[in-house]
C-alpha cells in the first residue's frame, strides 16, 4: 500500500483550570520534564509520523519552546479545544492522515499509534478505548439505576481521522455546540470511528491529584541504566589544568582539542552510554575547529540535555581520576559541586573519586591523567 502522508497535532492551547498551578498543566513536569514533552517525543519519533503541529495559547511560544526546545511547528489555538482542533487542522496542509492528542496525556506508546493507524485502513476515525471496570450508574438526587458497563467504553486519545473527513465535519459542526472529542464530530457528519485497544498510561491529566498518578504510572514504566566512560589526556609544560569542571593550580596541564578535562569527558561518554548514543567524538569530532579550545561542561551538560530529551532521569554520577598529582582531595567537593551544577543535580548524586597507580605506567610516571566514570539514569521502558 501506498505510504500516506501522517501529521499529529497536540493541543495544548487550554488554561488547565481545574488542575491549578502556576503554568497549564500540560506545560507542568512530569519526571521531570514538562508533561508535553513526553507525548510530543513519541510522536515526532514515530516511524509513520511525518510533521507534529502544536497548537498552543497566546503568549505561550516561550513555554512551549522552555518544553520542547528548537523550531517546534506551532499554531495559537482557541478559546474552547474544538478550535484549537480547527487551527491546527488547518495548518497541516497536505497530510492525509491526522492524529489529534491531548497534551494533558503524556504517556503515549507507539503501539497505540500503530493499532490507531492500521485501523485508518478501512474508516475514516479510529480511537483508543479502554473498558469500564467501576459500577456506572444514573444519579438522579440519590442512586438510580445501574447502566450496563459491557455497552460502555471510555475514549482516549489520540484519535486518528482521515484529514478530508475530519476537516469537513469539522466545518459543518454547528459553532454554538461544543463537541466533547473529535470522533463524536465525525461521527456526527456520518463517519464510521473503529475502536482500538488503548492504554492505562494514556489517561489524562485532568485535576491536581492526576499528577501524582502521572508519576506513579511513569515511575511503573522507568527501568535503570548504568555505563560507564573513560578518558586520557598528556600531561604538558605550559597547558592549563581543567579537571572536573575546576581550573586547578598545577606545573602542567592537559592537551588536547578541547579544554582536555579527561573527568567531565569519561562522564559524558558514560551518560552517552546509558541511552546509547555513541560517544564524545561523535557528537563533537576533534577535527571540527568550533570544538577547539571548547570547555568541556558543554559536551558534559548536552549529554545531560540528550538522556532527557530521551525521557531519561540521571540517578548517580561516580568519578575516578587516575593520577599521582596533582592531589585530588583538597578539590573533591568543588568538583563535585561544579559537576553537580552541569547536571542540574543535587551535590548527593555526585561521587569523586581518585587514586594513584603507585608509581606504575603512563599515570604513574605523571604523563597523563586517567578517567572512568559510571552513570546510573532511569529510561522510559518498553
Ligand atoms: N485544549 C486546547 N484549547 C482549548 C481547551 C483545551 O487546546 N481551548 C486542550 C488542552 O490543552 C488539553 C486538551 O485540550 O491538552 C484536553 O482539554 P482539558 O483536559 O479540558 O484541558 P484544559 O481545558 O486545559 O483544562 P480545564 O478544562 O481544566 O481548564
Ligand atoms: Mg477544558
New binding site residues.
Given amino acids: 500500500m501506498e505510504r500516506m502522508t501522517t501529521a499529529a497535532i497536540?493541543?495544548?492551547?487550554?488554561?488547565?483550570?481545574?488542575?491549578g498551578g502556576s503554568v497549564?498543566?500540560?506545560f507542568a513536569p512530569v519526571g521531570g520534564v514538562p508533561a508535553i514533552a513526553h507525548s510530543y517525543r513519541a510522536l515526532a519519533s514515530h516511524p509513520a509520523i511525518d510533521r507534529v503541529l502544536v497548537?498552543i495559547?497566546d503568549g505561550h511560544e516561550g513555554l512551549l519552546a522552555a518544553a520542547i526546545g528548537g523550531d517546534v511547528g506551532h499554531v495559537i489555538?482557541?478559546?474552547?479545544?474544538r478550535?484549537?482542533?480547527r487551527a491546527g487542522l488547518a495548518a497541516i496542509g497536505d497530510a492525509e492522515r491526522v492524529l489529534i492528542h491531548?497534551?494533558?496525556?503524556p504517556f503515549l506508546r507507539a503501539e497505540v499509534i500503530d493499532r490507531l493507524l492500521a485501523a485508518l485502513d478501512t474508516t475514516a476515525g479510529a480511537v483508543p478505548v479502554l473498558p469500564v471496570a467501576d459500577t456506572i450508574a444514573r444519579r438522579e438526587g440519590v442512586l438510580g439505576d445501574v447502566v450496563d458497563r459491557a455497552a460502555l467504553v471510555r475514549v482516549q486519545t489520540p484519535q486518528a481521522f482521515r484529514v478530508e473527513a475530519i476537516r469537513d465535519a469539522h466545518a459543518r459542526w454547528p459553532d454554538d455546540v461544543e463537541a466533547t472529542d473529535d470522533a463524536a464530530v465525525l461521527r456526527a457528519s456520518g463517519g464510521v470511528v473503529a475502536t482500538v485497544e488503548g492504554d492505562a498510561m494514556l489517561d489524562?491529566?485532568?485535576h491536581p491529584a492526576d499528577f501524582a498518578a502521572a508519576e506513579a504510572r511513569l515511575a511503573s514504566r522507568m527501568i535503570s541504566r548504568s555505563a560507564g566512560g573513560f578518558d586520557v589526556h598528556r600531561l604538558e609544560a605550559g597547558e592549563e589544568l581543567w579537571l572536573g569542571g575546576l581550573l586547578i593550580p598545577h606545573s602542567m596541564g592537559l592537551s588536547g582539542h578541547s579544554d582536555a578535562d579527561v573527568a567531565l569527558h569519561a562522564i559524558t561518554d558514560a551518560l552517552l552510554g546509558t541511552i546509547g548514543s555513541g560517544d564524545i567524538g561523535s557528537h563533537f569530532p576533534p577535527s571540527d575547529p568550533q570544538w577547539k579550545g571548547a570547555a568541556s561542561d558543554r559536551f558534559l551538560a548536552h549529554a545531560a540535555d540528550l538522556v532527557r530529551r530521551d525521557g531519561g532521569v540521571i540517578d548517580f554520577v561516580d568519578l575516578t581520576i587516575l593520577c599521582e598529582a596533582p592531589k585530588i582531595g583538597p578539590h573533591r567537593d568543588a568538583m563535585r559541586a561544579r559537576i553537580a551544577d552541569i547536571l542540574g543535580l543535587s551535590v548527593g548524586q555526585v561521587s569523586v573519586k581518585a587514586t594513584t597507580t603507585e608509581r606504575l605506567g603512563f599515570t604513574g610516571r605523571g604523563e597523563g591523567i586517567a578517567a572512568q566514570a559510571v552513570a546510573t539514569v532511569r529510561v522510559p521502558g518498553v
Fill in positions: 497536540i493541543v495544548a492551547a487550554g488554561a488547565g483550570e481545574r488542575a497549564p498543566k500540560q497548537v495559547g489555538g482557541g478559546a474552547t479545544r478550535a484549537s482542533v491531548d497534551a494533558a496525556r489524562k491529566i485532568t
